[in-house]
Each structure stands twice: as structure tokens, then as C-alpha cells.
């Protein structure tokens, strides 16, 4: 299979999945309204959609490498697409709870089994550019995750917006199917091979920078996403729409990524690419921290989402190369680790936003984040050692 055949095959998968999970955040006081809960309870979808997302990943990642990738993906999509379903008839906010550890879980089965078959069939020297291009229809579906959902709410309700999100999965998981009919079936799982693969993994001092690096970059990143919207209508910027136009403007910036990592590799180089996705998503956390309005907000997300991509493209490419013989296992360690950042994110910035305010929360993050990208550009451009196999 070519490689442009791949990235399209795993494209479906992304953008749907990205969508189910971007798509609850632009929708928060909405839902919140319909279900009478409040806007700080039902902000924490986020967070039980992306702890399962996190602590999935130590499970798929070994199954994926000794069953088939393919074979796993095909698997928690059809749990995806059952989740959703039932997330239309959600009574209330407990229930929508459940379903949503339940897709997020689910979820974890997409993107990062992904990366792992990318970097199974494309060589290391076209593997970034390959990987922004996959990206392309992961931040598509972010930004009609954070936009659009939050448009369509106003008008087909949220019980619409996850009728579409689960018929974008139908539609993946037949991409998937069909498109990855002829793939091997792989082997059986051994938990025995596994952990020995997990210790050399975590005896790599590579791989252990690029989890810690990418733990840290999901907490300070996106802490803010599921507060845009509850802050912007308590400051009467706007409502559900305008939260998702600001949301939107990340992914935009991870578009302006995808099409300038070309130039970017050849006239900066890894660690220029690093230090400057730190300072961009720092200067990003910075503006939101002013609280204007949804216009200002959307050209801090653009700046954030430009920085984060910068950032995390970099760490991707990398850490497909550090197990080559367990990539999987590797990219699922390297998911965990994002994803556990990212839940937890949530939760500080909540705890932040409580005790010193929108300005201080974010300028604390800021800092972290501009640290993120002089470490990464520092330790990461030396010549890697020993590899886990």
C-alpha cells in the first residue's frame, strides 16, 4: 500500500474520532442547561473522555503490536460507534458520564495505532512530513469538533451534534474495514513479551524525555479548552458559537503547521522548531489570560495551536523511532502519557482559575510551556542512544 493510500485509510478514523472528542467542549453550557447541571461539572467530559483515552493505552498499545494494529483499530471503532449511539439518549449528566469514559477508552484504539503503522511503512527521513499530513485530518476534525459542533448545537441541539459524530465513526469504521481487508492478522497476545517490551521501553532515557516532555506539555496546553466557553459567557463574549469559532482557531494553527513542516525542517531545523512552537504557545496562554473577546481569543488559540503543533509533531516523529520492534507499545506509553497530561490539565486549571485567576493560571502555564520548548530543543537535537527493541 502506498503511503499516501495509508494516510488516507487512517485519516477517516482520525478526523472521526478527533470530532467525537473536540465536539463536547463548544456544547458545555448548553448540555450543562438541558440536563440541569452546572457548566464546572459537565467542563470534566473532557477529563473522563481523556483519562480512559490515557490509561487505555498501556492495554492497546502491546495487543495492537502482537494482533495486528489493524485488527484493534477495526475493534474499538465498532465501541466507539456503540457509545455514541447510546450518547444520544443520555437522561442525564451521570449517564453521559459513563458513556463518555466508555468513547473515550474506545477512541484510544485510533490515532495512536495510526502513528504506529505509519511508522511501520514510512521511512524515518519522510516520516515527519507524512505524519503532518495524517495530522491534516486529525485537526480537521478538531476544528469542526470545537467550531462547528458548537454552531450545529444552537440549532440541532447536542443530542444532533453526537447523531453526526456517530455516523462520522460508521463511516470510518467501514473505511477501516474495507481498506485494511487484506491486512495480516497478526499473532497471539503474551503478557510475558509485553512487559519485557514495556522494561526496554522504559530503560530507553530517550523515550522516558519525550513521555515526560509530552505529560507536561498536555497539562499546560490544554488545561484552558473545556473554560473557554463558560469564561466567555460570563464575561458576555458570546455564547456556544462563538466559543467554538475561538476553539477552531487551534486547529487552524495546526493546519498553518501542516503546511509550512516542509520549509520548516529544511531552513530551521528540530531544535529552532521546538524552541519557537514553545515561545508561540506561551505567548498564546499569555493573550487568553486578558480575557477579551472571542476575536482575541481565536488568534490566541491560532498562536497556541501553531506552538502545540510545533511541539508535538517533533515528539511524535521521535518517538516512533524509539522502539522500532514495539511501536506500538511505544506510541501507547508516549498517548498515556499525553493524554493523563491533558486530563490533568483540566483539573489544575480549574483549581487555578479558582485561586489566583484567568491571568495568573495562564501566565504560570505559559512559563512551563516556553520551559517545555528549551528543554525539548536542547536535549532532544543530541544524537539519540541505545534503542529499545
Same mark, same amino acid.
Given at each position: 500500500?502506498?503511503?499516501?493510500?495509508?494516510?488516507?485509510?487512517?485519516?477517516?478514523?482520525?478526523?472521526?474520532?478527533?470530532?467525537?472528542?473536540?465536539?463536547?467542549?463548544?456544547?458545555?453550557?448548553?448540555?450543562?442547561?438541558?440536563?440541569?447541571?452546572?457548566?464546572?461539572?459537565?467542563?470534566?467530559?473532557?477529563?473522563?473522555?481523556?483519562?480512559?483515552?490515557?490509561?487505555?493505552?498501556?492495554?492497546?498499545?502491546?495487543?495492537?503490536?502482537?494482533?495486528?494494529?489493524?485488527?484493534?483499530?477495526?475493534?474499538?471503532?465498532?465501541?466507539? *460507534?456503540?457509545?455514541?449511539?447510546?450518547?444520544?439518549?443520555?437522561?442525564?449528566?451521570?449517564?453521559?458520564?459513563?458513556?463518555?469514559?466508555?468513547?473515550?477508552?474506545?477512541?484510544?484504539?485510533?490515532?495512536?495505532?495510526?502513528?504506529?503503522?505509519?511508522?511501520?511503512?514510512?521511512?524515518?527521513?519522510?516520516?515527519?512530513?507524512?505524519?503532518?499530513?495524517?495530522?491534516?485530518?486529525?485537526?480537521?476534525?478538531?476544528?469542526?469538533?470545537?467550531?462547528?459542533?458548537?454552531?450545529?448545537?444552537?440549532?440541532?441541539?447536542?443530542?444532533?451534534?453526537?447523531?453526526?459524530?456517530?455516523?462520522?465513526?460508521?463511516?470510518?469504521?467501514?473505511?477501516?474495514?474495507?481498506?485494511?481487508?487484506?491486512?495480516?492478522?497478526?499473532?497471539?497476545?503474551?503478557?510475558?513479551?509485553?512487559?519485557?517490551?514495556?522494561?526496554?521501553?522504559?530503560?530507553?532515557?530517550?523515550?522516558?524525555?519525550? *513521555?515526560?516532555?509530552?505529560?507536561?506539555?498536555?497539562?499546560?496546553?490544554?488545561?484552558?479548552?473545556?473554560?473557554?466557553?463558560?469564561?466567555?459567557?460570563?464575561?458576555?463574549?458570546?455564547?456556544?458559537?462563538?466559543?467554538?469559532?475561538?476553539?477552531?482557531?487551534?486547529?487552524?494553527?495546526?493546519?498553518?503547521?501542516?503546511?509550512?513542516?516542509?520549509?520548516?525542517?529544511?531552513?530551521?531545523?528540530?531544535?529552532?522548531?521546538?524552541?519557537?512552537?514553545?515561545?508561540?504557545?506561551?505567548?498564546?496562554?499569555?493573550?487568553?489570560?486578558?480575557?477579551?473577546?472571542?476575536?482575541?481569543?481565536?488568534?490566541?488559540?491560532?498562536?497556541?495551536?501553531?506552538?502545540?503543533?510545533?511541539?508535538?509533531?517533533?515528539?511524535?516523529?521521535?518517538?516512533?523511532?524509539?522502539?522500532?520492534?514495539?511501536?506500538?507499545?511505544?506510541?501507547?506509553?508516549?498517548?498515556?502519557?499525553?493524554?493523563?497530561?491533558?486530563?490533568?490539565?483540566?483539573?489544575?486549571?480549574?483549581?487555578?482559575?479558582?485561586?489566583?485567576?484567568?491571568?495568573?493560571?495562564?501566565?504560570?502555564?505559559?512559563?512551563?510551556?516556553?520551559?517545555?520548548?528549551?528543554?525539548?530543543?536542547?536535549?532532544?537535537?543530541?544524537?539519540?542512544?541505545?534503542?529499545?527493541?
Amino acid at each position: 500500500m502506498s503511503s499516501r493510500n495509508l494516510i488516507l485509510i487512517l485519516a477517516t478514523s482520525g478526523f472521526a474520532s478527533t470530532f467525537s472528542g473536540r465536539s463536547v467542549e463548544p456544547m458545555v453550557g448548553i448540555i450543562a442547561r438541558d440536563l440541569s447541571s452546572t457548566p464546572q461539572t459537565i467542563a470534566l467530559l473532557s477529563a473522563a473522555f481523556a483519562l480512559p483515552y490515557a490509561f487505555i493505552q498501556p492495554v492497546l498499545g502491546p495487543i495492537g503490536d502482537a494482533m495486528g494494529k489493524e485488527r484493534v483499530m477495526k475493534v474499538a471503532l465498532s465501541i466507539l *460507534f456503540l457509545a455514541l449511539a447510546a450518547s444520544i439518549f443520555a437522561p442525564n449528566a451521570a449517564t453521559l458520564f459513563t458513556l463518555r469514559i466508555i468513547a473515550g477508552a474506545a477512541a484510544g484504539g485510533s490515532i495512536p495505532l495510526s502513528i504506529a503503522l505509519i511508522g511501520d511503512r514510512v521511512e524515518i527521513d519522510r516520516r515527519q512530513v507524512a505524519l503532518s499530513r495524517y495530522f491534516v485530518a486529525v485537526i480537521v476534525g478538531q476544528l469542526a469538533g470545537s467550531s462547528f459542533a458548537g454552531l450545529l448545537a444552537e440549532l440541532i441541539g447536542w443530542r444532533g451534534v453526537f447523531t453526526l459524530s456517530m455516523s462520522m465513526v460508521a463511516g470510518a469504521l467501514a473505511a477501516t474495514a474495507i481498506g485494511f481487508r487484506g491486512a495480516q492478522p497478526g499473532g497471539e497476545f503474551d503478557l510475558r513479551s509485553a512487559l519485557r517490551r514495556y522494561r526496554d521501553i522504559l530503560s530507553n532515557p530517550r523515550a522516558l524525555t519525550l *513521555f515526560s516532555l509530552v505529560f507536561v506539555e498536555g497539562i499546560v496546553i490544554f488545561g484552558i479548552f473545556p473554560y473557554v466557553a463558560p469564561l466567555l459567557e460570563e464575561r458576555g463574549g458570546g455564547g456556544a458559537a462563538q466559543a467554538g469559532y475561538a476553539i477552531g482557531g487551534f486547529a487552524i494553527g495546526g493546519l498553518i503547521f501542516s503546511a509550512l513542516v516542509p520549509w520548516m525542517l529544511r531552513r530551521l531545523g528540530i531544535g529552532r522548531i521546538l524552541l519557537g512552537g514553545g515561545f508561540f504557545a506561551g505567548a498564546a496562554l499569555v493573550i487568553l489570560g486578558m480575557g477579551g473577546d472571542w476575536r482575541l481569543d481565536a488568534v490566541a488559540m491560532l498562536l497556541l495551536g501553531l506552538g502545540f503543533y510545533m511541539l508535538h509533531n517533533t515528539f511524535q516523529a521521535q518517538v516512533t523511532e524509539v522502539a522500532p520492534g514495539a511501536r506500538a507499545s511505544a506510541v501507547a506509553l508516549h498517548a498515556f502519557s499525553f493524554f493523563s497530561g491533558q486530563a490533568l490539565g483540566v483539573v489544575l486549571m480549574g483549581i487555578g482559575l479558582r485561586s489566583v485567576g484567568l491571568a495568573g493560571a495562564t501566565a504560570i502555564a505559559a512559563l512551563i510551556v516556553v520551559g517545555v520548548g528549551l528543554v525539548a530543543s536542547v536535549v532532544l537535537t543530541r544524537p539519540a542512544g541505545q534503542r529499545a527493541r
